[in-house]
């Protein structure tokens, strides 16, 4: 597989990336060889026609495990997740479950995907298969099952129940033992588990619990990221190891210090609470108290996002797709939201969903940007996405390790009408 790639408009994915022209991009063994400004022979030509070609994104808050279901009814997860386990008929459906959300977020342009809480084992699996180029998806970096508490986050579907700190210790052991890349604890609740307004993600886990899961992982070499909501629950976090906050909450000066002093980072996640903030409650069929903790979950993130880029501490972007109104495909909405509502410039926007993404996962010496000696994970759209970030919405070519791929997405109707809205 050799090919030069002409006629493109190139972003490079770097912090001061524009549009350069007159490029070549060399492409061999699933890797940029070189990047000139002459053609030359023996490669096959893929002519780009003017279009703009850029990183393939990174999404770093994934769940493997649903595809944007809004129903309003409060699901048992546990339940599903048991039957779904309960037999090798079941547990196949619920693998290529998996793998077809998997490929989704590469259509969308994803090209690697941070996945911090799944169905048992089931991310490494197909972690593993990709990697050997049997299955057909983004490059994943899995945490496999989270952890939490009884009465936890996301207790009994994509985190397990730990009872005291042996049991979670245990745990980190049994994820490691399974090759994950990152370890996922829930320490606060959601904005669905507060009972009161005023306080949604209430402390869940027990500090010493986090301390003894993050002294374990990092012997172990693994990083530890955490679901947080509340500003107790951050500094919990960050005090006790914690290396990257998912989601966060109203940022104080001792927060951010934290985040210094123990150099972790923030996951930005807009796109799960704007649908309990900003919707009609009768679109989002939330009551009174979860439409008030909605809106204050989704300022508190917006603006410990706008506190931590302040402070020069590095923030990277996730989607949490798996929550209500949250497609596989459609990772582009997160970038939006954050130029909207942060006021981000596009560009920044961009090169977070890419370089600094990859950065913060640890894998910017292999993706993240158009570079020599990087991967081939590229992706090609019409429209300038420096002028507007929508331009992300169709992805008309993907470049996953240097494969060509084109994406096939089939659009929920109802969740086009009611987002785009937000995405203007
Ligand atoms: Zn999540």
Redesign the pocket.
Known sequence: MRYVITNAKLLNGHRDMHVEEGKYIYVSDGKIEKITKSLQGGYDIIDLEGKYILPGLINM?V?LAGNGAHSGKQKDNKKTVDFLFSNPVTRTIAYQMVCNFAKLELYGGVTTIRT??GLKDLDTRLRNEIKAGKKTGPMILAANEGITVEGGHMAGSVARVARNNEEAKRFVEASYAQGVDLVKLMITGGVLDAKEKGVPGEMKMPEDMIQAICKKAHQLGLLTSA?VESTEGVKAALRNGVDSI?HGAKPDQEMMELFKEKKAFLITTLSPALPFALFDPSVSKVDDTQLFNGKMVFDGIVECSKAALENHIPVGLGN?V?CPWITQYDFYRELVYFHKYVGVTNGFAIYTATLQNAILAGISDITGSIDAGKQADMIVVKENPLDDLNALKNIELVFTKGKMVHPKIKRDKEIEQRLDVFCK
């Open positions: 808050h769940h911090v809480g679901h998912e949490d798996g």
